[in-house]
């Protein structure tokens, strides 16, 4: 019938490339492109930090509005280990709260509070870098580029827009 697999939770394998040899057709690899969303927007909002020190601006606490996002959704509990059952959020250790806050990120983009910090985040930095968001998405377009190599998907623009 000409179907193929599709693999979840492919985020990250070292052999993406041997996908198509064994006949998955596609990948569900979402979180690892919100993971380097995630990263590109934790650098920029660290280098905000260090603008807003410098130019008496009000920080954007982006990252800090993304975890807050992320922990009124309730998304960040389907991911805790048995220990940490029935913790609050703030408990957790800060490296487990990144990684919840990255990892459910990819649920609260669009929240109003979380579009209104980035927003802020990028006029900031507009005033010592030229295009913010450019940067983010170069940085997701890499993660997918792995993928488009690993798939053979070099034509797949040609296959949505003919």
């Keep these: 019938m000409g179907s193929l697999l599709k693999g979840h939770y ?3 394998v070292y052999n993406a490339e041997a996908y198509p040899a064994s006949g998955m057709g596609g990948a569900n690899v979402g979180p690892e492109f919100t993971a380097a969303e995630f990263q590109a927007l934790q650098e ?5 930090a260090r603008l807003i020190a410098i130019r008496n601006l009000k920080a954007a606490d982006f990252i800090s509005t993304l975890e807050g996002a992320v922990v009124a959704s309730n998304r ?5 280990q048995p220990d940490e059952v029935g913790c609050d959020f703030a408990q957790l250790a800060p490296a487990r709260r990144l990684w919840l806050a990255q990892t459910g990120a990819r ?9 209104a ?5 990028y006029s900031h930095l507009t005033l010592v870098a030229p295009d913010p968001h ?11 580029e792995r993928y ?10 040609t296959l949505l827009y003919p």
């Design 44 to 48: 920029l909002d660290q280098r905000d």
């Design 107 to 115: 649920y609260v983009w669009t929240a109003p509070a979380v579009v």
């Design 10 to 12: 492919t985020d990250w």
């Design 148 to 157: 488009v190599d690993a798939f053979g998907l070099f034509a797949a623009a």
């Design 76 to 80: 960040w509990q389907k991911w805790l």
């Design 134 to 144: 450019a940067y983010v998405v170069d940085r997701v377009a890499h993660a997918i």
């Design 117 to 121: 910090a980035r927003r802020v985040l």
